[in-house]
């Protein structure tokens, strides 16, 4: 884990995410100030992934919409290192204020430690540290016990929902530390997690399959399998494979052989297309946004 980090590059892209209200920086600025203009309803993945797709448009000008984002998570990190979500989930899972992701917290370790290159501010590799910690602490709520081995919780819910995307890119964000944090102890630790959350899943991946070789998003016990969509189902792919990558184990060989074996397959994406419409019926996407009670 000691190649260098590229401070403009990101396990998939988000560029998309920065650019999304226009090609310039001053229309990047208008989206994050969309993203953060109320801190009860921000949500901290929405802000991270535009920083780190600003950063990887490699392009120096938008370097303060990168500040920005930036300032914002190192402001609104708290003493545990943690990034708070004020409102309740809005669909799939029974999550209400404040909650906590694995996958902020990756996402934003990745996101300070380049950020910390590119606008030369080495504070951020302390914050970048403190994001850590809780996918460290085996006695945090974002961090299973299985029989496997330790799992890191998207979503933590109770039963646990082992969200497996939101798995994987937290895992990313470890690997990160692990490469580049500026306290050895920190980058040990964080090595060590790595591996063991790889192992983990490599012990627990065959528990994502459903028929035909397809992928499910998860492995709550919701009243119907929540099989992925097509395009969840094309991202596992590639998230498994850049694992792969980084730690490689013949339990993830074996299964991107089959995912993507499934997804050449008309047939069995029209079953998970079916699955997944008799899911989202019982289980709508969308609902309000319950602001906070103070």
Not at 41 to 60: E, I, S
Not at 218 to 246: C, K, M, W
Request: hydrophobic share 45%; net charge neutral; glycine share 6%.
């Amino acid at each position: 884990m000691s190649a260098p980090l590229d401070p403009h590059a990101y396990y998939f892209d988000l560029r998309h995410k920065a650019t999304a209200g226009g090609p310039a920086p001053s229309d990047g600025a208008a989206v994050l100030a969309g993203l953060t203009a109320d801190r009860d309803t921000a949500n901290p993945v929405y802000v991270l992934q535009f920083g780190l797709g600003a950063l990887q448009l490699r392009d120096p000008a938008w370097l303060g919409c990168v500040a920005a984002a930036a300032e914002w998570v190192e402001r609104e990190q708290d003493a545990d290192g943690l990034l708070a979500y004020r409102f309740p989930m809005p669909h799939t899972f029974p999550l209400d204020p404040p909650w906590y992701s694995s996958l902020a917290q990756g996402e934003a370790a990745s996101f300070l430690l380049r950020a910390a290159a590119v606008l030369d501010r080495s504070v951020l590799l302390a914050v970048a540290e403190r994001a850590v910690d809780p996918l460290i602490d085996p006695g945090s709520a974002l961090v299973v016990s299985t029989p496997e081995g330790p799992a890191l919780e998207e979503y933590p819910t109770s039963p646990p929902s082992f969200v497996l995307n939101g798995w994987i890119t937290s895992l990313f964000g470890l690997h990160d530390i692990a490469r580049a944090a500026a306290t050895p102890a920190v980058a040990a630790a964080a090595e060590q997690a790595f591996e063991s959350g790889v192992e983990t899943l490599a012990g627990r991946i065959g528990l994502y399959r459903v028929a035909l070789g397809w992928t499910r998003y998860d492995l709550f016990p919701h009243p119907l399998v929540n099989v992925a969509s097509p395009s969840y189902h094309r991202l596992h792919i590639g998230h498994l494979e850049t694992l792969q990558a980084l730690s490689p184990r013949p339990e993830f060989a074996a299964a991107l052989e089959e995912w993507k074996r499934a997804a050449t397959s008309p047939a069995a994406r029209t079953v998970a297309v079916a699955r997944k419409v008799a899911f989202r019926l019982l289980r709508p996407r969308s609902r309000r946004i319950r602001r906070r009670v103070a």
